[in-house]
């Protein structure tokens, strides 16, 4: 390791070790240590520059040397998570019910793991990632769909009448967390720093969601076609795909929600909880995000309900 | 340094403000209960005390703020009024003639002409102890009761100006009860004692008969204590042992004539003195508290809290909590506005950063030391 990576990983190591940022996954640390650096390199260039530091080097270069500093230090830190997500938080029992294949299952998630590490060399990919990630890490899907299998309303309806997924609530959470695993699947086709998405939304078109279900198809044989279709789907605009299924719905919700989202945040006295003001404010802007209005007014009452 | 000496000088002000309120109660509840006299001498003592450090404190202040320019400020925008109407006039017209008496060991001699006066002193001198409890608002400046500046402030202020106009009020209406003969207490008791005043300045007393029949109005009147001919005591209702325990130069005058002199007791008027300041005392504590603990909360849900969020979502990106609104407030002025915010601000806002990354939780003093230790290390 040269001088300046040493440098680039103390300087790093000293940002990750930050306690304001502990309650974060790797990748949502990642996202706020980018911010820092491009907020305050107004201040931070002069000093990086010095002798002590990165002499002779422009604050690009500087930049660079950082982040890969950074992206080598989560990607480190990121191998627990996934382990951790992909051996004990998933639920693949899906897979059984969606194929006929017994031994699918070891080789669905394999293939996963494997489009997950792809999708992590993309610094595009790795910012869809997050959201996604935290949402599963954080498991959004387990807490709402519990409440939505004991009401019995709209989304459940939409989940077993509508898309009908005939199987039990742990296998549709594992549909789900999949789904969200596997949404920035649509990154693949891209050449960096190209969205393929709209503006802003991200929302992609339904010509170019089925390229990449071939693309990813090919990658994934043994994953079932519900959740390929699922995952991809759920960067399309529900409102004008109706066809676009109940787990994608959901799946691009929770990942949305969970990009900044951060366990036991302190919220504070007169404002209401984080869950319950997103979704409030996601109902408003559900034709922007192509979110389905219903869905949120469900989650919104239930985040109410228990002051999430 | 100077800072440093400041803020010990500011801790012994607190302390010392602490310190007077629990003195003033124990200067009431003792007079109520009939202490003994060395306990409530050791309790007037510290009264003067306590008025002579903070008449002090009052003419520090004013004196650094007289020479810096801003006398004015400090006493109308700083409280300094405050500091004020709870030093000097108590002072001067309260503990100050408390402690003359117990140093020269008695109650003045007077002439039955003077009577009137002196009791109208003696009230003047209780009236001015009102104004001790100015100092509970001494001890609220200190109290930060509130994150908000705001909430703070209007708190505050209202608090102030509640006390203020309570104890200006008994204050003004015991002034005119002074100059103006309204029945009560007092002029029972004056009536009593001008009773006796006027038999001892009236009667010949050089008559056995005129003594005797003072002897048995005496003791037929609990107002009167003693009654002394000449070097003879006539009529006594305690021992003397007693009259050395429990009496004090404020609680009995003395009213002679010739050869004859009447001692009349003034525990009653102190007693029913006391108890009002106690009841005074406690009005305040509970209106205090009331403010404190049920108004300040209330100004913070319905006016402070809601706008310290709609000010953080608006100055902060990537802050997206909403303002809770009580169904019940939902038309107030705030809350409609709080409505506007979540309603129309807050999807604009979202909108507008949809794609962006959330502000960082991490600030560039984080780095401080780090970045000073490797500036050093590569001086060294």
Redesign the interface.
């Known amino acids: 390791m040269s001088t300046e990576e040493q440098k680039a990983t103390a300087?790093v190591g000293?940002?990750l070790d930050?306690p304001?940022?502990a309650r974060y996954t790797p990748l949502q640390k990642e996202?706020?240590?980018?911010?820092?650096l491009n907020?305050?390199s107004g201040?931070?260039a002069p000093?990086l520059q010095?002798?002590?530091?990165f002499p002779e080097r422009s604050w690009t270069q500087i930049l660079s040397i950082l982040l890969n500093a950074l992206m080598s230090r989560i990607d480190e830190e990121l191998q627990k998570y996934l382990d951790q997500v992909f051996d004990r938080i998933l639920n693949w029992d899906f897979v059984s019910f969606s194929s006929q294949n017994s031994a699918g299952v070891d080789a669905c998630r394999d293939e996963v793991r494997t489009i997950v590490g792809e999708l992590l060399e993309r610094p595009d990919a790795r910012?869809a990632f997050t959201g996604s990630f935290a949402a599963v890490y954080f498991g959004s899907a387990r807490r709402y769909l519990d409440h939505i299998y004991s009401r019995r309303s709209y989304i459940h309806f939409e989940l077993t009448k509508v898309q009908r997924l005939r199987m039990g609530k742990d296998q549709v959470q594992g549909l789900v967390d999949v789904s969200l695993l596997l949404k920035p699947v649509v990154h693949l086709l891209t050449t960096p720093g190209e969205n393929p998405g709209a503006?802003?939304?991200?929302l992609i078109q339904p010509q170019y969601a089925e390229n990449v279900v071939s693309h990813v198809r090919k990658k994934a044989p043994n994953l079932p076609e519900q959740a390929l279709a699922s995952a991809v789907h759920a960067n399309m605009s529900f409102l004008d795909y109706g066809f676009v299924e109940a787990t994608s719905r959901l799946a691009s919700i929770f990942s949305a929600r969970a990009?900044?989202y951060a366990p036991g945040m302190k919220?504070?006295?007169?404002?209401?909880s984080?869950d319950?003001?997103?979704l409030?404010?996601?109902r408003?802007?559900y034709k922007?995000?192509g979110f389905d209005v219903k869905m949120l007014d469900e989650l919104y009452s239930i985040a109410a309900e228990n002051m999430w | 340094m100077r800072d440093k000496l400041v803020a010990i000088l500011e801790r012994i002000v607190v302390v010392a403000i602490i310190l007077v309120l629990v003195q003033s109660f124990l200067e009431d509840l003792s007079q109520l209960l009939d202490w003994s006299w060395p306990t409530r001498r050791a309790i007037l003592i510290g009264a003067f005390a306590f008025d002579l450090f903070f008449t002090i404190e009052f003419l520090s202040r004013f004196y650094f703020a007289f020479i810096a320019g801003r006398a004015g400020r400090y006493i109308f925008k700083e409280r300094g009024w405050i500091d004020f109407v709870a030093s000097i006039p108590l002072l001067l017209f309260s503990s100050g003639p408390l402690m003359i008496a117990i140093a020269t060991g008695g109650a003045p001699l007077i002439g039955v002409g003077r009577v009137l006066n002196l009791l109208k002193v003696i009230k003047a001198i209780r009236i001015a102890r009102i104004l001790r409890l100015m100092r509970v608002l001494k001890i609220f400046q200190y109290i930060k009761h509130a994150d908000s500046t705001m909430a703070q402030r209007h708190v505050s202020r209202i608090t102030t100006l509640a006390v203020s106009i309570f104890v200006f009020v008994v204050f003004a209406a015991s002034m005119v009860d002074v100059f103006v003969d309204l029945p009560g207490l007092d002029s029972d008791f004056r009536d009593g004692a001008l009773g006796v005043a006027h038999f001892v300045d009236e009667e010949d007393l050089a008559a056995q008969d005129n003594r005797e029949s003072l002897v048995r109005f005496a003791e037929h009147d609990s107002a009167i204590l003693l009654v002394r001919d000449g070097a003879q005591t006539r009529y006594s209702r305690y021992s003397d042992e007693f009259y050395r325990e429990y009496f004090g130069p404020a609680d009995y005058t003395y009213v002679t004539s010739d050869d004859v002199g009447v001692f009349v007791d003034l525990r009653p008027l102190n007693r029913a003195q006391a108890r009002e300041s106690l009841l005074y005392f406690l009005l305040i504590v509970a209106t205090i508290a009331g403010f404190l603990f049920i108004y300040g909360p209330h100004f913070a849900v319905t006016v402070s809290d809601p706008i310290h969020v709609m000010e953080r979502g608006m100055n902060e990106h990537g802050y997206n909590l909403q303002a809770r609104i009580p169904k019940k407030l939902a038309g107030d002025e705030v809350f409609r506005l709080a409505s506007a915010y979540n309603h129309y601000f807050l999807p604009m806002k979202d909108r507008s950063e949809a794609g962006e990354s959330a502000m960082s939780d991490l600030k560039m003093d984080d780095l401080s030391d780090f970045l000073d230790d490797r500036e050093h290390k590569d001086s060294e």
Do not use: C, H
């Open positions: 300087f000293r940002l930050n304001a940022i996202e706020q240590i980018i911010q820092f907020a305050n201040q931070l000093t010095s002798n002590q530091f910012r503006q802003g939304s991200g990009r900044n919220v504070d006295r007169g404002a209401d984080p319950k003001s997103w409030s404010i996601a408003r802007n922007f995000y």
